[in-house]
């Protein structure tokens, strides 16, 4: 590989500015106890019931007060270079750079970039991650028509059949259950009764 040229590689220890648009996930306080773990249930006749809030219970823990979502958006961070790769794939070149995490002093948790995302300056950096949010917003629209005007989504009728098949399977198992049990509790009345239901 030491016949290849490649201009402008970025060593370890270099800063720069890195570039990408994506999702990540984020903790709210939680939009149905406001962060009180619990909320007030108003019942029909005016009393009122307090109660935990299942909204931000994670499985079967107790409430947190907080729920995980999703965001998107571009970011541009500040790193420095903590490797890289340089790959010849039969005469096209791969460069790929290694740096931390954010937060990460850890040699194991790092990211990946490539030299396309690398920038000198962070004005540079912001205005690369904003052209790829618009182009990516772009794209979600152009499919969000696409899915209405053709009718697409994301499961298919096939889908649709398979759900509702195993649905009715194990409602009709659950019914038989229930019928079992109802017969048994009139047999046990009848016994309970001296013979008569």
Not at 16 to 35: I, L
Not at 116 to 137: G, K, M, V
Not at 174 to 179: D, G, K, T, V
């Amino acid at each position: 590989m030491s016949d290849l040229n490649i201009p402008d590689l970025r060593n370890k220890g270099d800063v720069c500015w890195f570039a990408s648009y994506g999702r990540s996930q984020e903790r709210e306080t939680c939009p149905v106890c406001f962060g009180k773990l619990a909320v007030t249930i108003i019942l029909g006749d005016d009393s009122a019931v307090e109660t935990k809030c299942e909204y931000c219970s994670e499985g079967f823990g107790p409430p947190r007060g907080t729920v995980q979502t999703w965001k998107s958006g571009p970011t541009v961070e500040r790193i420095t270079i903590a490797g890289r790769a340089i790959e010849d794939n039969d005469g096209h070149v791969e460069v790929t750079y290694k740096f931390n995490m954010s937060g990460s002093d850890c040699c194991r948790s790092y990211r990946t970039a490539r030299p396309d995302d690398l920038f000198d300056s962070e004005t540079e950096a912001q205005a690369e991650a904003n052209r790829r949010a618009s182009e990516a917003t772009r794209e979600e629209f152009e499919m969000s028509l696409r899915r209405k005007h053709t009718g697409q989504t994301d499961r298919t009728y096939s889908w649709g059949v398979g759900y509702h098949r195993n649905e009715a399977k194990d409602h009709r198992r659950q019914a038989e259950y229930h019928e079992q049990a109802c017969r048994v509790c009139k047999d046990r009345a009848k016994k309970a009764k001296g013979g008569k239901a």
